[in-house]
């Protein structure tokens, strides 16, 4: 009997731990952290707050050390089919050679956006180049104006432009919309880990229309 109740632990405890949710992580930071360094961040978030994506891409590399830099997607506080918007909390911390990690330190919150990817769910994010990834959001936008732009965006669309001559808005990651002015808003893109690229899109008529790109590297 005593072998049985014991079995019988074993197994509950293995259903409970395969029934968890496993959080979608996205660059080399998250998907190194361990159990630890999930709980000793588990303070800095709002009360009752859940995250349910992690993203952390590997930190430059600086004399005496480096800095890591975490986003935690906190669960969305709207959603419909085609869109749904929350909160992400970047932390911080130092990385030296040789001594323990300093304590993480929370940034203010910030305004997060998602658009469906169709035949996808929300939280099926496969990799670091996947569309489907949530992207901070700067400035007031209404839903359906999120939805069109990145909609537009991921169609690949030309650019002409006399300064930088005429090019193509690379199909990559989100990572900041911004809103400049009620008829301009910049965007930045996820290419590899630390560069993409830089678009701005200005609002003639109906129709947002690229006006200028570039590439940036961190």
């Known amino acids: 009997m005593p072998n049985v109740l014991a079995l019988s632990v ?37 009360a009752e707050a859940k995250p349910w994506y992690l993203n952390g891409d590997s930190p430059l590399i600086l004399p005496g050390g480096s800095t890591q830099y975490m986003q935690v997607y906190l669960q969305p506080t709207t959603a419909t089919t085609a869109i749904r918007r929350g909160q992400v909390l970047t932390i911080t911390r130092r990385i030296s050679s040789g001594v323990p990690p300093t304590a993480w330190m929370a940034r203010p919150l910030e305004k997060y956006a998602q658009v469906e990817v169709p035949g996808k769910s929300f939280e099926q994010i ?9 992207f901070r959001v700067e400035g007031d936008f209404e839903d359906g104006e999120l ?4 909609k537009f965006l991921r169609t690949g669309p030309e650019v002409r432009t006399e300064r930088n ?54």
Not at 126 to 134: A, H, K, M, T
Not at 147 to 150: L, P
Not at 193 to 210: C, H, I, M, N, T
Request: aromatic share 4%.
């Open 126 to 134: 496969d990799g670091d180049e996947d569309i489907n990834r949530p």
């Open 10 to 46: 074993v197994i509950a405890v293995a259903i409970v731990q395969s029934a968890s949710p496993v959080l979608p992580r996205t660059g080399d930071v998250a998907r190194a952290l361990t159990e630890q360094d999930i709980a000793a961040m588990t303070p800095l978030l709002p």
């Open 165 to 218: 001559g005429n090019g193509f808005i690379r199909v990559l990651p989100l990572l900041l919309l911004r809103r400049e002015s009620p008829t301009r808003v910049s965007i930045t893109l996820r290419g590899q880990a630390g560069s993409g690229q830089s678009v701005v899109l200005e609002k003639q008529g109906q129709d947002w229309v690229p006006v200028a790109f570039g590439y940036w590297i961190a």
């Open 147 to 150: 939805v069109r732009i990145v």
